[in-house]
């Protein structure tokens, strides 16, 4: 997981429809320079759109978020997702990720919940509801006591607050939905999506993370 997180500084969040609108935002995303898709799994058209990126936008790394089941694993491979990310853990998803053979970025809100992941293994977590939740402050306190782990903090991230977090040698890339505005999905705005992507590519994380 770490080394996808390396991929760009921004990985869009994106609440996608189907393949309608899947195929044309990814695209525009790749185009810009952000190659790493997370698609949550927040509509019932979810997978379909992760299906068609997959097989249609060559260059997208795509993977599904708001994993919240074992079930939805299987489900989210079968799709041809490459990786999967949730918004906390639990022994049952951490068992079932393992099973699943696919990199997996799990949430945490707490240090002990950053410790209790390092002690399975962990390197690569995401850190949820990051604005809610402490800021950059909170990660920049991480850095003395578990300077082995990265973050990919989400939640309420905008691009001026991106570059906060971009700037701290344990956050390798973000997680937002700036650069897909719902309305650019709607008016079909692909070159709109594009340049935000290509703004948000522009952004660089800090060489040390």
Known sequence: MGELLALAPVIPVLTLEGAADGVPVARALVAGGLPVLEVTLRTPGALEAVRAIADAVPGAVVGVGTVVT???FD?????????????GQTPALLSAAADAGMPYLPGMASVSEAMALAERGYRALKFFPAESCGGA???RALLAP???????PTGGIDSAKAEEYLALP???CVGG?????????RAGNWDRIEALAHAAA???ANPAA
Request: with cysteine; aromatic share 10%.
């Open 70 to 72: 074992p079930a939805q």
């Open 75 to 87: 489900a989210a491979r079968r799709a041809g997702a490459r990786f999967a990310v949730s918004p």
């Open 137 to 139: 402050g909170f990660l």
């Open 146 to 152: 578990l300077p082995e782990l990265r973050f990919c």
């Open 170 to 172: 344990n956050v390798p």
């Open 177 to 185: 939905s700036w650069p897909v505005p719902a309305a650019a999905v």
């Open 202 to 204: 522009s952004l660089r």
